[in-house]
């Protein structure tokens, strides 16, 4: 067996072990699995395992240790840094892994390591509740939550991370450990908004809030209103009630005019 990166003879023990698939620099599909969402990351690993069960993420991370190549693990791929890919290293990607489970009498959703947001919201909302997921729905509920994750229930429900009740972990060496308030505490602790790298969260369980109606808009105001509505917009904003929820930036229009939207 060879050691040497993009040779396909050292990935072939890796692929006999998946359920899931192995994508290799040469393979035809191997560009479009690569891409993010942000296009111009150029990062190449050297192979992607797109996992379809925990025991593919467990074989493919003892795998990769025994070999002791670069690690980097993939959710919904929205990191703006491209930190889902590693150069020359194999990306564990979770992004077929979405399955959600709704559990309406103790209100709480567990979710695969690959679920977007937008998962999470379809299944909870058949049962009229919700909880803390960010604005875009193709977002993944894992490098959200792992970062923190502030959205439009952020005001009423708190943050992702603070939602988020328990996970599922493949550590670096290989185990499968639960972090909830009993077990690995410090750990659970750390998934809440620390960032990641903890290791490889294959499931999270959220708690969910009754939710069936909300309302929402944007309002947009020329650059020059900007100072005053913002003067207003800190008066109003000290005395709101909490479920009210606003954002605030500035973006362009299509016609290049830089706008003001609340
Ligand atoms: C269009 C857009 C809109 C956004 N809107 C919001 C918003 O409203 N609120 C907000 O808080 N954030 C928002 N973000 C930021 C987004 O939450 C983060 O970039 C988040 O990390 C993306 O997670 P992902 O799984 O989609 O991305 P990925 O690129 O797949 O992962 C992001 C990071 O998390 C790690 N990671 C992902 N899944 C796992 C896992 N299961 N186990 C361990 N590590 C993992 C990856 O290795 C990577 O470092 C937005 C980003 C974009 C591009």
Not at 15 to 28: H, N, R, S, V
Not at 128 to 144: C, K, Y
Request: negative net charge; charged residues 15%; contains cysteine.
């Amino acid at each position: 067996m060879t050691t040497t990166y993009g040779h396909n003879t050292l990935f072939k023990d890796l692929a006999a072990l998946l359920t899931g698939q192995l994508f290799l620099p040469d393979d035809i599909a191997y560009e479009q699995v690569r891409q993010l969402w942000n296009g111009r990351v150029k990062t190449h690993p050297a192979a992607i395992a797109r996992c379809l069960t925990v025991q593919d993420v467990i074989h493919t991370v003892r795998w990769i240790r025994a070999q002791g190549l670069p690690l980097s693990v993939r959710g919904a791929g929205h990191d703006f840094a491209g930190r889902a890919l590693s150069e020359n290293g194999v990306v564990i990607d979770l992004s077929q892994m979405r399955a959600v489970t709704i559990d309406p009498d103790a209100r709480t959703a567990h979710v695969q390591g690959g679920t977007t947001a937008g998962d999470l919201i379809e299944a909870a909302q058949k049962y009229g509740l919700a909880t803390a997921t960010g604005t875009i729905s193709s977002v993944g509920m894992s490098g959200l939550t792992l970062g923190g994750g502030y959205g439009p229930l952020t005001g009423a429900y708190g943050l992702g991370a603070d939602n988020l009740l328990s996970a599922q972990v493949v550590t670096a060496d290989g185990q499968l450990i639960t972090a909830n308030v009993e077990e690995h505490s410090d750990l659970l602790w750390g998934l809440r908004g620390g960032g990641g790298n903890f290791g490889v969260v294959v499931s999270l369980e959220f708690r969910l809030h009754p939710l069936t109606t909300v309302l929402s808009g944007m309002l947009l105001y020329p650059l020059k209103q900007a100072r005053a509505v913002f003067r207003q917009f800190s008066e109003f904003i000290a005395t709101a009630p909490d479920e009210l929820t606003i954002r605030s930036g500035f973006i362009q229009t299509p016609g290049g005019e830089t706008v003001l939207f609340l």
